[in-house]
């Protein structure tokens, strides 16, 4: 689950600052993953565009 601010915690009452928050919360969370398969940590693969993303962390000693 990738975690963005809750309307309660925000105190926002409009809906759409809310689910902007959230979009920008779950687009960091992807960047940071390509951060982490760039630096050799995780492991991203998609069979074809607009498919299911697939990420896992690569084992110790496991290569590139």
């Known amino acids: 689950r990738l975690f ?3 309307p309660d915690e925000a105190g926002a009452t409009d809906g759409k600052v809310v689910a902007k928050m959230r979009r920008s919360a779950r687009a960091s969370t992807f960047t940071a993953g390509l951060e982490l398969a760039r630096d050799g940590f995780l492991e991203i693969h998609q069979t074809e565009p607009f498919a299911p993303i697939y990420i896992r962390q690569r084992k110790a000693g496991e290569p590139r």
């Open 4 to 6: 963005g601010l809750d």
